[in-house]
């Protein structure tokens, strides 16, 4: 007995039935197998490249921050008074642990005063004298601000004592030619040989606290004892400083050069960078 062909319908709806039944699970787990073959052996591959990667960004990151530090403390100290840096180790600021510290009095401006027997002269012979006539280029005096002529750091001419500093007195402004100082003030102990004189209102300090593991700036008035522990309200330079952090001076590197050195380490994801700064100041009053 024949059997009657298959309709062309019929035929097609076989075919896409056997389609539809898609892999067998043997089929799946060999792919899956090789898949992960081959997923093994791309990661060993690209791991040390990618970790590679990874660390020179993160040590990049840190040189800029030690790098970004540095810039900023050279910075200060070239604008600082002459003989004015003092470095010391102390108690850090609300008197936890051991901190290293920079201070130093950054300048606002400057110039040359009168001396000659002409005009309105400085007079170094009188306490009543109390003003001055600015040679060259005006000077900007604000509130709050003092002269310092002839800076040694010294007993008898040290601005921090007050004995090479006098405290300005109204008319101020931005453009000022003469000087007042306030009344009753004791005269500057010594001439300056290039006649010059500073403008000068607070005092700044670095200060390394690997405890807590910040470098930060603080701005304060004028003190003759340098302070550590009774600092406040800072401005945060950097974290993540590591157990090196530490200032030296050295005022005797030349005949008008001081030295400041500064060695930091930042530290993370236990990775550590090691960096050295070394900036001239001026000693030249």
Known sequence: MMTAPKHPLSLTL????????????????????ITGIIGSVVAVFIKAPVQGYVDSARRAELTDIADTA??????????????????????????????????????????????????????????????????????????????????LGIAGADAYGGSSRRAAAAPFGAALTTVTFATGGTQFPFDSPGHRFHVVSTSASYVCDTTAGTLTRYSYAIQSAQPTSTLAGGNLLATHVGSVCAFTYDPLVSARNGLVTMRLSITQDSETVSLYSATHVSNQP
């Open 70 to 151: 540095f810039r900023r403390v050279g910075r200060d100290l070239r604008l600082a008074l002459p003989n004015s840096v003092r470095v010391t180790t102390g108690t850090c600021p609300g008197g936890s642990g051991s901190c290293s510290f920079l201070e130093f009095i950054p300048t606002k401006g400057g110039g040359r005063y009168r001396a000659g027997p002409t005009g309105n002269e400085l007079d170094f012979t009188s306490t009543t004298d109390n003003s001055f006539e600015v040679l060259g280029t005006s000077v900007n005096v604000a509130s709050g601000d003092s002269i310092v002529i002839y800076n």
């Open 14 to 33: 076989s075919r896409k039935r056997e389609r539809e039944l898609g892999f067998t699970l043997v089929e799946m787990i060999v792919v899956i197998v």
